[in-house]
């Protein structure tokens, strides 16, 4: 048997970044009988004092939050939307600009570096990284509404648009609102958030496979900062990055137990409301602490690989036995429409669908650089031995297609029931009921929904063991095996801002603070797209293949 290498010793040529600096210097280590702490001194003592705060005073006057957290999220989007909007194609094009370049041909661990993964299994990672309590919660519920609103039509008051249907809409139109709902939807879900997600990652793989610095986010900062990385520039980069993955973390969290709370009212009668959703999201922490405990492979991997297992025979079940022409034949004319409206989608500029923009794209654009840090730094500890083309393509391409099959399966198959059905139950419903009214169209409802609600209730225990692991080796100094009871404070109180945020005013305190937390890091993620430019460009490649003499 051999000994398993270091992912941190480079395989071949790299141009290492020298400093003193060592992993966990700042750290302090305490030892409470069994107990021990192991952490970075300023950055767990003030992210985690600023989270412990936000959840005292939240909790406390969680009756005044609810329209300072309301009025928040709509400055925050109505104001800042072309912010958002012009990150988020910068992003894009700093992917593409990148891969099909020289740089593109750097290889993630060195010269000689081979890849830890077959591509079957590097692509089913990329493609449950993309899985989530998202996808659950919005598989049905976006199609479903950019549809309704593109149908309805424009609708004009005092001169402003007042409805919610993408660009113009398609008025009375149904095969063309179709497309256009499926368009938006896929939007929000394909390219632009992967390139989000795709631009970090790769910083931090570079910085820590090649130039041998912390998996830690002040680490892509180093040709910028330099040694400074590791002073208050630095501190401040990482606490950032905490407070936005724990927010949106909070905020997947409270879409799960919304929608899981939606889902037992359906089946079992179990009553609607706050109280249900706190006792959710307490239960289900308390689950997610067990797989804390149990470690990475016994505990979040195992339920990982349940969670996909199921999601994918609820996926071809939906397929089998919805309307599978529909399905299979809108696949690619969603990736059509999708491509085809994708510039104005994207524009930033001049546009008059305000509602879509600033309730829809704005806030997606601002939750997934959020989730950024927590996804980006599990795609870079898989993807050593990718050339940067390699892993650009791939983290783009592979993913957006799954995302698009997801939403076009349960997207086709909920508008296919209202236009050739004339089933208007889903359409009809709260935003976390329509999955489970539009699986009580087909057969096996019952059997199906309780599938759906456990695949909820497992993504959001694999989301908050994963989403406390990064969070702790950010707080820990980049270490990643520091003591147990840190993660378990952090599993705690992704637990505690959720119920927090859902006392504080449900589902918009959640969208607020994903925003709130989004809009600082988005300026972080473009300043380290400098930065991981110029580390890419200090790297050794090989040279291009020598072309044919003619």
Same mark, same amino acid.
């Given at each position: 048997?051999?000994?398993?290498?270091?992912?941190?010793?480079?395989?071949?040529?790299?141009?290492?970044?020298?400093?003193?600096?060592?992993?966990?210097?700042?750290?302090?280590?305490?030892?409470?009988?069994?107990?021990?702490?192991?952490? #970075?001194?300023?950055?767990?003592?003030?992210? +985690?004092?600023?989270?412990?705060?936000?959840?005292?005073?939240?909790?406390?006057?969680?009756?005044?939050?609810?329209?300072?957290?309301?009025?928040?999220? =709509?400055?925050?989007?109505?104001?800042?939307?072309?912010?958002?909007?012009?990150?988020?194609?910068?992003?894009?094009?700093?992917?593409?600009?990148?891969?099909?370049?020289?740089?593109?041909?750097?290889?993630?661990?060195?010269?000689?570096?081979?890849?830890?993964?077959?591509?079957?299994?590097?692509?089913?990672?990329?493609?449950?990284?993309?899985?989530?309590?998202?996808?659950?919660?919005?598989?049905?519920?976006?199609?479903?509404? #950019?549809?309704?609103?593109?149908?309805?039509?424009?609708?004009?008051?005092?001169?402003?648009?007042?409805?919610?249907?993408?660009?113009?809409?398609?008025?009375?139109?149904?095969?063309?609102?179709?497309?256009?709902?499926?368009?938006? =939807?896929?939007?929000?879900?394909?390219?632009?958030? !992967?390139?989000?997600?795709?631009?970090?990652?790769?910083?931090?793989?570079?910085?820590?496979?090649?130039?041998?610095?912390?998996?830690?986010?002040?680490?892509?900062?180093?040709?910028?900062?330099?040694?400074?990385?590791?002073? !208050?520039?630095?501190?401040?980069?990482?606490?950032?990055?905490?407070?936005?993955?724990?927010?949106?973390?909070?905020?997947?969290?409270?879409?799960?137990?919304?929608?899981?709370?939606? +889902?037992?009212?359906?089946?079992?009668?179990?009553?609607?409301?706050?109280?249900?959703?706190?006792?959710?999201?307490?239960?289900?922490?308390?689950?997610?602490?067990?797989?804390?405990?149990?470690?990475?492979?016994?505990?979040?991997?195992?339920?990982?690989?349940?969670?996909? &297992?199921?999601?994918?025979?609820?996926?071809?079940?939906?397929?089998?036995? +919805?309307?599978?022409?529909? &399905?299979?034949?809108?696949?690619?004319?969603?990736?059509?429409?999708?491509?085809?409206?994708?510039?104005?989608?994207?524009?930033?500029?001049?546009?008059?669908?305000?509602?879509?923009?600033?309730?829809?794209?704005?806030?997606?654009?601002?939750?997934?650089?959020? !989730?950024?840090?927590?996804?980006?730094?599990?795609?870079?500890?898989?993807?050593?031995?990718?050339?940067?083309?390699?892993?650009?393509?791939?983290?783009?391409?592979?993913?957006?297609?799954?995302?698009?099959?997801?939403?076009?399966?349960?997207?086709?198959?909920?508008?296919?029931?209202?236009?050739?059905?004339?089933?208007?139950?889903?359409?009809?419903?709260?935003?976390?009921?329509?999955?489970?009214l539009t699986l009580d169209a087909l057969p096996l409802a019952q059997i199906t929904s309780f599938l759906a609600i456990v695949l909820v209730v497992v993504f959001f225990v694999t989301s908050s063991d994963s989403g406390s692991l990064v969070i702790d080796a950010i707080s820990a100094g980049g270490k990643m095996d520091a003591p147990m009871p840190q993660r378990?404070?952090?599993?705690?109180?992704?637990?505690?801002?959720?119920?927090?945020?859902?006392?504080? +005013?449900?589902?918009?305190?959640?969208?607020?603070?994903?925003?709130?937390?989004?809009?600082?890091?988005?300026?972080?993620?473009?300043?380290?797209?400098?930065?991981?430019?110029?580390?890419?460009?200090?790297?050794?490649?090989?040279?291009?293949?020598?072309?044919?003499?003619?």
């Amino acid at each position: 048997m051999t000994e398993k290498k270091d992912p941190m010793i480079p395989d071949g040529d790299v141009n290492p970044i020298d400093t003193d600096y060592q992993i966990g210097q700042d750290n302090i280590i305490v030892n409470v009988g069994p107990f021990g702490l192991d952490i #970075h001194n300023r950055v767990f003592a003030i992210s +985690g004092g600023l989270v412990v705060l936000f959840v005292a005073l939240t909790l406390a006057f969680h009756d005044q939050v609810e329209p300072l957290f309301s009025g928040m999220r =709509t400055w925050l989007t109505s104001n800042l939307d072309g912010f958002f909007l012009v990150a988020g194609n910068i992003f894009v094009l700093v992917c593409f600009i990148v891969a099909f370049s020289p740089l593109g041909r750097v290889r993630l661990g060195g010269t000689e570096a081979k890849p830890d993964y077959t591509y079957l299994g590097w692509f089913s990672m990329l493609f449950a990284a993309g899985m989530g309590i998202g996808l659950m919660f919005f598989g049905v519920s976006e199609p479903l509404s #950019h549809f309704g609103a593109a149908f309805g039509g424009t609708a004009m008051e005092n001169g402003v648009r007042t409805d919610w249907a993408p660009l113009g809409g398609a008025a009375g139109d149904a095969e063309a609102a179709a497309r256009l709902g499926m368009a938006a =939807t896929i939007f929000h879900w394909a390219l632009h958030p !992967w390139a989000i997600y795709a631009v970090l990652a790769l910083g931090l793989a570079l910085f820590s496979f090649n130039k041998g610095l912390p998996l830690t986010i002040r680490s892509v900062f180093y040709p910028l900062l330099g040694e400074r990385v590791w002073g !208050w520039p630095g501190h401040l980069v990482d606490i950032l990055a905490v407070l936005a993955t724990l927010f949106g973390l909070a905020t997947s969290l409270g879409f799960g137990a919304a929608q899981a709370s939606s +889902g037992l009212n359906f089946l079992f009668d179990v009553p609607l409301g706050t109280t249900t959703q706190i006792v959710l999201i307490i239960g289900i922490t308390a689950i997610a602490l067990g797989s804390v405990v149990s470690g990475l492979d016994a505990g979040v991997k195992l339920l990982s690989e349940i969670n996909m &297992i199921l999601a994918l025979l609820l996926l071809l079940f939906v397929i089998a036995v +919805g309307p599978t022409l529909d &399905i299979l034949g809108g696949f690619f004319a969603n990736l059509g429409a999708y491509l085809q409206h994708l510039p104005a989608l994207s524009n930033p500029v001049g546009r008059d669908d305000a509602n879509f923009l600033q309730g829809w794209t704005a806030f997606y654009w601002a939750w997934w650089i959020s !989730w950024s840090p927590f996804v980006g730094m599990f795609i870079a500890r898989v993807s050593r031995g990718r050339t940067v083309r390699e892993f650009i393509v791939s983290v783009l391409i592979v993913p957006s297609l799954a995302c698009t099959l997801w939403m076009t399966v349960f997207g086709e198959t909920a508008i296919s029931q209202v236009v050739r059905d004339g089933y208007q139950a889903a359409r009809d419903a709260e935003l976390p009921l329509q999955l489970f009214l539009t699986l009580d169209a087909l057969p096996l409802a019952q059997i199906t929904s309780f599938l759906a609600i456990v695949l909820v209730v497992v993504f959001f225990v694999t989301s908050s063991d994963s989403g406390s692991l990064v969070i702790d080796a950010i707080s820990a100094g980049g270490k990643m095996d520091a003591p147990m009871p840190q993660r378990v404070f952090w599993a705690i109180f992704e637990g505690l801002v959720a119920v927090a945020l859902v006392l504080g +005013g449900g589902l918009v305190s959640l969208q607020a603070m994903a925003v709130l937390t989004g809009l600082p890091f988005a300026v972080v993620l473009l300043v380290a797209s400098l930065a991981i430019v110029k580390g890419l460009a200090s790297e050794p490649r090989p040279a291009a293949a020598p072309r044919l003499a003619r």
